[in-house]
């Protein structure tokens, strides 16, 4: 089966930086697009970052306008892994962080929970003031 393990997150103060990651054990990873939720509690999972698989054309990333210009999504896939690099954290930016892989789908539709055929345990992040 498809084991996604997400790490990186922690306490951290206002300001600060993050980088999480996401590892992927299962058979063909660079055929998977990737991407980055979080919920808070008693809030809907929302969408944070994707990337996708290398060999399209177009734009290969997308953010949520919350965590634009402050957070960088990529990939390895020698090592299997993604990441997500946050900058200039803030209190509402503190959730459950989930990695969720999807074999096929627009970049648009990334942005959507459904559809995603697996997901990570979620890791942490707590950003004080």
């Known amino acids: 089966q498809v084991q996604l393990v997400e790490s990186g997150g922690g306490l951290v103060q206002a300001g600060g930086s993050l980088r999480l990651s996401c590892v992927y054990s299962?058979?063909?990873?660079?055929?998977?697009?990737m991407g980055w939720f979080r919920q808070a509690p008693g809030k809907e999972r929302e969408f944070v970052a994707a990337?996708?698989?290398?060999?399209?054309?177009?734009?290969?990333?997308e953010y949520a306008e919350s965590v634009k210009g402050r957070s960088t999504i990529s990939r390895d896939n020698a090592k299997n892994t993604v990441y997500l690099q946050m900058n200039s954290l803030n209190p509402e930016d503190t959730a459950v962080y989930y990695c969720?892989?999807?074999?096929?789908?627009?970049?648009?539709?990334?942005?959507?929970?459904?559809?995603?055929?697996?997901w990570g345990q979620g890791t942490p992040v707590t950003v004080s003031s």
């Open positions: 299962g058979v063909s990873f660079s055929n998977y697009n």
């Open positions: 969720g892989s999807k074999l096929f789908g627009t970049i648009a539709a990334m942005t959507s929970f459904e559809g995603y055929n697996d």
């Open positions: 990337i996708m698989r290398y060999g399209r054309l177009g734009r290969q990333t």
